[in-house]
């Protein structure tokens, strides 16, 4: 009589690697069909931390369980496009997959979610788990939302951002200054940067400006600049351009820097949450792994931008410097008029014009923009011991009338890999819709996140020439019929999206002088 064979218990190999071409938005997805014989061995369900194994390499990753054979067949194991690109390996290489332990780092997790207060161990600890993707988005958001809810102490903040700048890459210039820009946002158009950093580079300080994208604005300065240059440049690149140029205006995605920033804000942004605490531990993690020695941080108030009131506002600046002084950064913050859209253009192409005018110094320049930038270049030349407290703005301003920042910006996009952009003949969304007056008086209010709505559901930022092109600011005298700005966008959807978001509110308020808001602001 034979003997059954006993088969061993399953260790989840056997299994070949399959590209499941979804885009779960960092997060590590795996999928496995429901008649695996790893699922029904392992008693897999769906949302289970799973461990995938191959080449040398492990990942994470979520389990999703699925039946149709057409995503992944029973004896492979799909992965996302984030855990394909993590993985590194062709499709079709040997896998194996098992039960995760879970991250070394929830009971601090659950202690924040009681409203205990974190010590630094329990946020590195919390941190380092997320830039390694160990936490599913379920945890993610439970992280942030305790975060927000029981809001985080400055010393907590200071934790936080420490801890978010250990999670990757630092960046050494070599250098005894290096300097950078940033604005908090929500003001569109306010492509500020763009300026800057020719004109701050052509003094001679180094400025390696790495942005992000948008993901809920109508342009990031990536995007932006990525209408006149290359932005997604290799690292080696990106310093070479850097040493040589003094400047770049690059994604900041190649850099690996303050990795688990990034996935925090994969969900916060669906959230709409945005706490002070997590905003400057962000903004401060970033600035300090890109190797800045010194930083201008721009805080834009107004009725509709991010900050609402002066009182707000300083208690924000308090807390930037607070944290900024512990981690030795010299931080120096400018509160400014954040009560409408500075320059035109809204939108890739639209905001590129806009920065090419002022850069030729051209009489239809916004001149907003070109204000708001010379002072900012001014704060950071005055980084420069050999420049006395109030002459930035004059050096900055002949830096821009010579032509010296248009030269130097030329050569930072022709480092970076020039693109075919005609600032002279702009080519903007063929399909337009202008938005007018409806009666007689003056222009109010502007709504900043309903013009930035529009210019989003016209198509920017993934169509670079769509958005607004904007024709008054406030204070501005306007007659009935007159009009307040275009619609620009490629596809016929995309216009009749933004022109039903018009009729709904134009974002564009007509009333009388008395009712202009009013801010007190440094510039």
């Not at 052509?202 to 942005?211: D, E, I, Q, R, W």
């Not at 512990?326 to 253009?345: C, F, M, N, Y």
Request: with cysteine; charged share 25%; hydrophobic share 40%.
């Amino acid at each position: 009589m034979e003997t059954p064979e006993i088969k061993p218990p399953s260790n989840g190999s056997g299994l070949t690697l399959r590209r499941v071409a979804i885009d779960t938005w960092r997060e590590n997805v795996a999928y496995l069909h429901r008649d695996c014989e790893v699922v029904r061995a392992e008693g897999f369900q769906a949302l289970a931390k799973v461990e995938i194994r191959a080449n040398g390499k492990r990942i994470l990753a979520t389990l999703n369980v699925v039946d149709d054979p057409c995503i992944v067949g029973q004896q492979e194991i799909g992965v996302s496009e984030d855990a394909f690109l993590q993985l590194d390996i062709a499709e079709g290489h040997p896998a194996s997959v098992t039960q995760a332990e879970p991250p070394a780092s929830i009971p601090a997790l659950f202690r924040k979610i009681n409203g205990e207060r974190l010590g630094q161990a329990d946020f590195r600890a919390i941190v380092a788990d997320i830039a390694q993707r160990r936490y599913s988005k379920i945890e993610l958001t439970a992280f942030v939302v305790a975060s927000n809810r029981s809001e985080l102490d400055r010393e907590e903040v200071y934790f936080l951002t420490d801890a978010m700048v250990a999670s990757g890459r630092r960046l050494d210039w070599h250098e005894p200054l290096v300097v950078d820009k940033h604005c908090i946002g929500g003001i569109p158009g306010n492509r500020t940067s763009m300026l800057v950093v020719p004109i701050v580079a052509a003094y001679g300080l180094v400025f390696p400006k790495t942005s992000s994208r948008a993901i809920t604005s109508p342009a990031g300065t990536a995007d932006t600049m990525e209408v006149l240059a290359d932005v997604e440049l290799p690292f080696d690149r990106l310093t070479d351009i850097v040493r040589e140029h003094r400047g770049c205006l690059a994604w900041g995605g190649t850099a690996d820097l303050s990795p688990a920033d990034d996935v925090l804000i994969s969900v916060e942004r669906p959230l709409a949450l945005d706490s002070p605490g997590q905003m400057v531990a962000s903004i401060l993690s970033k600035k300090i792994a890109a190797g800045a020695t010194h930083l201008v941080l721009d805080i834009p108030i107004g009725p509709t931008a991010k900050v609402r009131s002066m009182p707000e506002a300083q208690r924000l600046r308090r807390l930037f410097e607070y944290v900024a002084q512990r981690l030795h950064l010299s931080l120096d913050v400018v509160i400014t008029d954040g009560r409408q859209p500075v320059g035109r253009g809204i939108g890739p192409a639209l905001e590129a014009r806009d920065v090419m005018r002022v850069l030729e110094n051209h009489p239809d320049a916004p001149d907003d923009l070109r204000q708001k930038s010379l002072r900012l270049a001014g704060r950071l030349i005055e980084c420069s011991p050999d420049v006395r407290g109030g002459q930035g703005y004059a050096i900055a301003r002949d830096i821009l009338e010579s032509g010296r920042a248009l030269t130097r910006m030329r050569s930072i996009i022709a480092a970076q890999g020039a693109r075919d952009f005609d600032p002279h003949h702009p080519q903007f969304g063929a399909l337009t819709f202008q938005v007018t007056a409806q009666a007689d008086g003056m222009v109010v209010g502007i709504d900043n996140l309903q013009v930035a709505q529009i210019a989003r559901l016209a198509g920017a930022p993934k169509v670079k020439r769509a958005g607004v092109d904007l024709m008054c600011q406030l204070g501005d005298v306007v007659r009935q019929g007159q009009t307040l700005y275009r619609i620009h966008a490629d596809y016929p959807s995309d216009l009749a999206f933004a022109r039903h978001a018009v009729e709904r509110q134009s974002g564009i308020v007509i009333g009388a002088a008395e009712q202009l808001p009013q801010v007190f602001v440094e510039f």
